[in-house]
């Protein structure tokens, strides 16, 4: 039973994200590994909406 209801709330929360409208109209990321040390490289390019602008972002970078 709890699995079920699990599977359910993780539906409903994916429709709830997806119903809302992205200020993006293209957003496409690439993780790649770095060699010299332990971590990756992250590559983030993307296109906005023009009904969005003007818009703020951030971006959230973990140290």
Known sequence: M???I???L???SV???TAQKSPFEELDFAIW???DHPGVLVFMDGTLRQEALPITLEFRIPD
């Open 10 to 12: 993780i539906f409903l």
């Open 15 to 17: 429709s709830i994200i």
């Open 6 to 8: 699990t599977i359910t």
């Open 33 to 35: 590994p770095e060699y």
């Open 2 to 4: 709890k699995k079920i």
